[in-house]
């Protein structure tokens, strides 16, 4: 009904670029990307000046594999409205996959900057970071989101957390399970890791006296919160 609908319009008035990326829409729905592409392009030439039927035609141009042309389409799209939160962060993203890591992470501080602390946005600048094995960065990234947000990567934590950890620095590691508990009751592996972090090498003889103790009464309050009844409420897959 809606295709149907678009070309009564487009009958009527064949360059109106709303309904040429409205058909274009359905189209892409429908899996024809040809067609799609060629009703993008038609709505981006119809109004030159509109920014998202530019980012609209990127993401097309991104599911093609056209990625010097989807990159073209994006910065047009920017050209036009600087602050499109989507349109840096989709083109960070572009940017991930064409193996120019530098670039995706100023794209993606672009996009922190217009909304920071965004979730996706955040998770994606975060994976860079780690992929860079720029741990420290990541941490500090990470480590500002308060409280952990709800669509926020927990595998990502977690792995930062352990390479963290691997790199000797404890507290950090430790920093980033705790905000994992404390975001879900749930989550079992990351109290384990929180009340258990030992360094790899500890600084001095207090050092590791204070580790050994910090160790002791982590195992302590698990042996307590390990109860029969706290576990029968959880998952089997965190189990």
């Avoid at 609908?5 to 359905?26: C, Q, T």
């Avoid at 960070?92 to 920071?116: H, K, N, S, T, V």
């Amino acid at each position: 009904d809606a295709m149907a609908m678009f070309e009564r319009l487009l009958a009527v008035s064949p360059n109106d670029p709303l309904a040429l990326h409205g058909k274009s829409r359905i189209l892409s729905d429908q899996g024809d990307t040809t067609n799609s592409l060629i009703f993008a392009r038609a709505a981006a030439r119809a109004a030159p000046g509109h920014p998202g039927l530019r980012y609209a035609l990127a993401n097309l141009l991104v599911d093609t594999n056209d990625f010097p042309g989807a990159r073209r389409a994006f910065e047009a799209a920017l050209q036009l409205q600087p602050q499109f939160f989507e349109a840096w962060n989709n083109l960070g993203l572009l940017l991930q996959d064409m193996d120019l890591p530098g670039e995706a992470e100023q794209a993606f501080r672009r996009a922190l900057q217009i909304r920071p602390a965004a979730p996706g946005a955040t998770n994606n600048l975060a994976t860079l970071l780690l992929a860079r094995k720029r741990y420290g960065d990541a941490y500090v990234l990470l480590s500002g989101q308060e409280p952990l947000h709800p669509s926020a990567n927990r595998t990502l934590w977690r792995r930062l957390a352990r390479h963290l950890a691997a790199c000797n620095q404890t507290v950090p590691a430790s920093h980033l399970y705790r905000k994992l508990c404390a975001s879900s009751a749930d989550d079992w592996l990351a109290r384990l890791n929180a009340a258990l972090a030992l360094p790899v090498i500890p600084a001095s003889g207090e050092a590791l006296a204070q580790a050994r103790a910090r160790y002791a009464a982590g195992l302590a309050s698990l042996r307590a919160a390990l109860t029969p009844d706290a576990l029968a409420g959880s998952p089997r897959a965190e189990l």
